[in-house]
């Protein structure tokens, strides 16, 4: 039915940056919320950003002035940018797509950060 792409990730130094992309693809009429999710090794998988399609915002705490989360609903794509990285945000990134024909997950891109 739905297929979402993610690129972006890569390896970075403190302080860098990246972007991430999803884009989907498929008979898809309508896409309401999107967002990031983010796994550790370690951790359980956490929220990062979401978008819904009015464009109004919600991040973690833990990115919330580093990162900015956005959306073009012409190209199905939720993008995010990440500024000023640190260590800690190292881990498996999957976007989120709630469109009228279901959720979706992202394969998941990797961002590691070190020195």
């Known amino acids: 039915q739905v297929q979402l792409v993610e690129s972006g990730g890569g390896l970075v130094q403190p302080g860098g940056s990246l972007r991430l992309s999803c884009q989907a693809y498929?008979?898809?009429?309508?896409?309401?919320?999107m967002g990031w999710y983010r796994q550790a090794p370690g951790k359980q998988r956490e929220l990062v950003a979401t978008i819904t399609s009015r464009g109004i915002t919600n991040y973690a705490v833990s990115v919330e002035g580093r990162f900015t989360i956005s959306r073009d609903n012409a190209k199905n794509t939720v993008y995010l940018q990440m500024n000023s990285l640190k260590p800690e945000d190292t881990a498996v990134y999957y976007c989120?797509?709630?469109?009228?024909?279901?959720?979706?997950w992202g394969q998941g891109t990797q961002v590691t950060v070190s020195s």
């Open positions: 989120l797509t709630n469109t009228d024909r279901g959720d979706y």
């Open positions: 498929g008979n898809i009429f309508r896409i309401f919320v």
